[in-house]
């Protein structure tokens, strides 16, 4: 299983970003899918959580009704539309297969990463 995401990239603060994922076979189809996010010096932290059908979905207080996230199965894609960014959400983006049906919030629940975007929001 390969995930790749992309969609970073430089932005100005209060502007706006779509990170995408795609997932290479149908494995996490059936399976939740989230974003993570890691700044420099600080722990990789949960940020976005989807369920396998898009039914359901988790966010991070810091992020909560700034940021969505949703999911094409039909494209086994997974997407975060980042708005109001601030300076504070500058860091790499990851996304992974979660290893249930849902999206819980430890990364240890979690077994298929992306390499990771770069996020940059200038203030």
């Known amino acids: 299983v390969q995930l790749q995401a992309f969609g970073g990239g430089l932005v100005q603060a209060g502007g706006s970003l779509r990170l995408s994922c795609a997932v290479s076979?149908?494995?996490?189809?059936?399976?939740?899918m989230g974003w993570f996010r890691q700044a420099p010096g600080k722990e990789r932290e949960f940020v976005a959580g989807v369920s396998w059908n898009g039914a359901s979905t988790t966010y991070s207080d810091s992020v909560k009704g700034r940021f969505t996230i949703s999911r094409d199965r039909a494209k086994n894609t997974v997407y975060l539309q980042m708005g109001s960014l601030k300076f504070e959400d500058t860091a790499v983006y990851y996304c992974a297969v979660s290893r249930t049906s849902y999206s819980p919030t430890a990364s240890v629940q979690y077994n298929y990463w992306g390499q990771g975007t770069q996020v940059t929001v200038s203030s």
């Open positions: 076979k149908r494995t996490g189809s059936n399976n939740g």
